[in-house]
Every structure is written in structure tokens, then in C-alpha cells.
């Protein structure tokens, strides 16, 4: 069936690196925008960041600019998001999700076609 596997996630301490990794299974992942998304307990879940079906556009939430990218390899149909100098804040359940909109404006809106099952990330020391 048509499915995105979300890997990568873990324990690490404050100030650590993670990457997450969104592999599609059943569909093409080129035609489509990947969204991350993360909730943590007690929260809404939020729009982390984006990256279009090419790569060459990108969008971020404020809360994670410039410690967090995103990248895809097509060829691999999949996705990552690297996470470096984490947070406390950080921690959460991290979800890929995947949508056929060619660009990454207004990413955490909207909705998604496919949703992964979500990564857990426990950012403490």
C-alpha cells in the first residue's frame, strides 16, 4: 500500500545532531512536496519545515530556522531532515507527509495525502 516510514529519531542530548529519514513505499516521491511535522505531549501538533518536489525550495518554522534542513534524494525516494544544536523544545514525535502541491508556501496548512506512522525525538540530558 501506498505509505511513508519515518526513521532516525532517538535520544540525544541538548546541543546534539539527529536525521530523520521519510521513505515513500507504493508511490513516486518526486511528485510530491514533504512536509515534517512534530507534536509533542500536550501540544498542537506544528509545520517544521518543507521541501518542494525538486529540492530547490525550502520553508522552515521560525522555531527551528537555521539548525534544521531538509534534503531528498529522488533516486532513493526518500527525505531527510537534519537536525543539528537540539533543544529541549525539540522534543516530540516527528511525522513526514506528503502532498502533490509543486512548492512549499504555506506548509503547515492545508491538508496531505499520505502521513507517516512518526519518529519519536527526546532531546535531554
Known amino acids: 500500500q501506498l505509505q511513508l516510514v519515518e526513521s532516525g529519531g532517538g535520544l540525544v542530548q541538548p546541543g546534539g545532531s539527529l536525521r530523520l529519514s521519510c521513505a515513500a513505499s507504493?508511490?513516486?516521491?518526486?511528485?510530491?512536496?514533504i512536509g515534517w511535522f512534530r507534536q509533542a505531549p500536550g501540544k498542537e501538533r506544528e509545520g517544521v519545515s518543507c521541501i518542494s518536489r525538486s529540492g530547490g525550495s525550502k520553508g522552515y518554522a521560525d522555531s527551528v530556522k537555521g539548525r534544521f534542513t531538509s534534503s531528498r534524494d529522488n533516486a532513493k525516494n526518500t527525505v531527510y531532515l537534519q537536525m543539528n544544536n537540539l533543544k529541549p523544545e525539540d522534543t516530540a514525535v516527528y511525522y513526514c507527509?506528503?502532498?502533490?502541491?509543486?512548492?512549499?508556501?504555506?506548509?503547515?496548512?492545508?491538508?496531505?495525502?499520505?502521513w507517516g506512522q512518526g519518529t519519536q525525538v527526546t532531546v535531554s540530558s
Open positions: 507527509a506528503a502532498r502533490t502541491s509543486p512548492l512549499c508556501i504555506n506548509f503547515w496548512s492545508g491538508s496531505y495525502d499520505y
Open positions: 507504493g508511490f513516486t516521491l518526486d511528485n510530491y512536496i
